[in-house]
Nanobody, 123 residues
Framework: VQLQASGGGLVQAGGSLRLSCVSS????????VGWFRQGSDKEREFVAAINWNGSNENHADSVKGRFTISKDRATNTVYLQMTNLKPEDTAVYYC?????????????????WGQGTQVTVSS
């Protein structure tokens, strides 16, 4: 299974970006999906997750109210809509497919990872 993340870029503080993640198989239809990020000299951290049918989602406190995860099962795509971006959101963002159908927040629960897309927020 291959995951392809895209949509990153350079944006000014307060701006918006939408990240997309497409799976090579219909993995997203049956599995939970999450977004994680890793800034320079930082550990990878959880950002958002959604369960197999999109009925349950979770967002890290640091992004709650600004980021929204969603899933389009028909196109096997998961999105992360990011608004009111801050310089501290600068990181490489990774999408991942969970081992099961649930919405999970820990990296060890994920089986497949995308290559990452860089998000840079300037002040």
């Amino acid at each position: 299974v291959q995951l392809q993340a895209s949509g990153g870029g350079l944006v000014q503080a307060g701006g918006s970006l939408r990240l997309s993640c497409v799976s090579s198989r219909r993995t997203f239809s049956n599995n939970g999906v999450g977004w994680f990020r890793q800034g320079s000299d930082k550990e990878r951290e959880f950002v958002a997750a959604i369960n197999w049918n999109g009925s349950n989602e979770n967002h890290a406190d640091s992004v709650k109210g600004r980021f929204t995860i969603s899933k389009d099962r028909a196109t096997n795509t998961v999105y992360l809509q990011m608004t009111n971006l801050k310089p501290e959101d600068t990181a490489v963002y990774y999408c991942a497919a969970a081992r099961g159908a649930s919405m999970v927040t820990t990296a060890r629960e994920y089986q497949y990872w995308g290559q990452g897309t860089q998000v840079t927020v300037s002040s």
